[in-house]
């Protein structure tokens, strides 16, 4: 069974900094691209950012780019999410997912809470 | 404002069918087959119900159902279950910098 279960989550003053976890199971991890979707309080969707099998690859959204760092230990199952600068608006749950061949994201952990206070 | 649009509520009554719609641009929903639909009850984690237009992952009931005609996306949910009460959304792969845009969301009420 496919599991993925976030941690790290929490809340933060604006400027500071914070490190999520995704510890993955029941699937070759390494065998997949992997990705945050973040979610803000009575909102939609939006995608955050991507990471190829090997690390060797890293897309973001806009509004992340420079802040955010995405990474993973293939030999851990585990990826991060180190997030400094943080503002307001990106307080939202964080979801990681996998990412399937036609940009799905077929499998979702239950989500960690960053609240970023003003 | 999102950059899929979809209907923010749409409802039915239990047996009945309904379809809510995503409409994008060419450069998302209208150039890609790459067009995915997620079922998200409150407190929950999103959840994969269509992928690839049409394609239902293994476990989804086959009365969910999914479409495309040029910009606009559709999802049908047939033989409306009280369970089918949630929100749904639509994603699409984009050739913008952006790699997945996301719908604004359907709350559907099952009355």
């Known amino acids: 069974e496919v599991q993925l279960v976030e941690s790290g989550g929490g809340l933060v003053q604006s400027g500071g900094s914070l490190r999520l976890s995704c510890a993955a199971s029941?699937?070759?991890?390494?065998?997949?691209?992997m990705t945050w979707v973040r979610q803000a309080p009575g909102k939609g969707l939006e995608w955050v950012a991507n990471i190829k099998q090997d690390g060797s690859e890293k897309y973001y959204v806009d509004s992340v780019k420079g802040r955010f760092t995405f990474s993973r230990d293939n030999a851990k199952n585990s990826l991060y999410l180190q997030m400094n600068s943080l503002r307001a608006e990106d307080t939202a749950v964080y979801y990681c997912?996998?990412?399937?061949?036609?940009?799905?994201?077929?499998?979702w952990g239950q989500g960690a809470l960053v609240t970023v206070s003003s | 404002q999102s950059a899929l649009t979809q209907p923010a509520s749409v409802s039915g009554s239990p047996g009945q069918s309904i379809t809510i719609s995503c409409t994008g641009a060419?450069?998302?929903?209208?150039?890609?087959?790459?067009v995915s639909w997620y079922q998200q009850h409150p407190g929950k984690a999103p959840k994969l119900m269509i992928y690839e237009v049409s394609n239902r992952p293994s476990g989804v009931s086959n009365r969910f159902s999914g479409s495309k005609s040029g910009n606009t996306a559709s999802l049908t949910i047939s033989g409306l279950q009280a369970e089918d009460e949630a929100d749904y959304y639509c994603?699409?792969?984009?050739?913008?910098?952006?790699?997945?845009?996301f719908g604004g969301g359907t709350k559907l009420t099952v009355l």
């Open positions: 997912a996998r990412l399937g061949d036609y940009a799905q994201f077929d499998y």
């Open positions: 060419s450069s998302d929903v209208g150039g890609y087959n790459y």
């Open positions: 994603s699409s792969y984009t050739s913008t910098s952006t790699y997945v845009v």
């Open positions: 029941g699937f070759t991890f390494s065998s997949y691209w």
